[in-house]
């Protein structure tokens, strides 16, 4: 669903598997699109961008800032960019329930956000949609729709 904004959610298994088992540490990326849908804005950029990413309450997110997250520096590149430029949030939030970002200005473009996750605990569990939106203009936003993810015990 959008209006204005897309939004595309994928988790990849870091250890090159399809299927995910507790203990694995996962990849979750949003792609984000974001445009005027109706060309009004005099200029091409949004003030106060809030994206949400709750996470199935088998996963929980990692911080990859801390060290005792356990994770290498090539695994931990969390980042916010567009086509190729860098840049980072003003501010984010890990919760045990997902990740929230904020943004004080992004311009119109293609942009990707990733960041870590481990899984904790096995069964099948619902996900439930993420959003991006303007937090003081929400008529313009992006929603994934949600899904079934399903977590096998560990092999160890």
Same mark, same amino acid.
């Given at each position: 669903?959008?209006?204005?904004?897309?939004?595309?959610?994928?988790?990849?298994?870091?250890?090159?598997?399809?299927?995910?088992?507790?203990?694995?540490?996962?990849?979750?990326?949003?792609?984000?699109?974001?445009?005027?849908?109706?060309? #009004?804005?005099?200029?091409?950029? %949004?003030? =106060?961008?809030? @994206?949400?990413?709750? +996470?199935?309450? $088998?996963?929980?997110? /990692?911080?990859?800032?801390?060290?005792?997250?356990?994770?290498?520096?090539?695994?931990?590149?969390?980042?916010?960019?567009?086509?190729?430029?860098?840049?980072?949030?003003?501010?984010?939030?890990?919760?045990?329930?997902?990740?929230?970002?904020?943004?004080? #200005?992004?311009?119109?473009?293609? %942009?990707? =956000?990733?960041? @870590?996750?481990?899984? +904790?605990?096995? $069964?099948?569990?619902? /996900?439930?949609?993420?959003?991006?939106?303007?937090?003081?203009?929400?008529?313009?936003?992006?929603?994934?729709?949600?899904?079934?993810?399903?977590?096998?015990?560990?092999?160890?």
């Amino acid at each position: 669903m959008s209006r204005g904004f897309s939004l595309n959610k994928s988790i990849e298994n870091l250890n090159g598997s399809k299927e995910i088992r507790v203990g694995d540490v996962l990849r979750i990326t949003l792609e984000i699109g974001l445009f005027d849908p109706d060309k #009004t804005r005099q200029q091409d950029s %949004y003030q =106060y961008l809030a @994206l949400e990413d709750r +996470v199935p309450a $088998g996963i929980v997110p /990692m911080n990859a800032d801390l060290k005792t997250e356990g994770v290498t520096e090539e695994q931990s590149s969390s980042s916010f960019s567009a086509e190729g430029n860098q840049f980072f949030p003003n501010y984010t939030e890990f919760r045990d329930n997902g990740v929230r970002v904020f943004k004080d #200005t992004a311009w119109n473009g293609l %942009y990707r =956000y990733s960041y @870590l996750a481990r899984a +904790v605990m096995e $069964g099948e569990f619902w /996900m439930v949609g993420s959003r991006i939106s303007l937090m003081y203009d929400p008529e313009l936003y992006g929603r994934t729709q949600g899904s079934v993810v399903k977590i096998l015990p560990s092999t160890y």
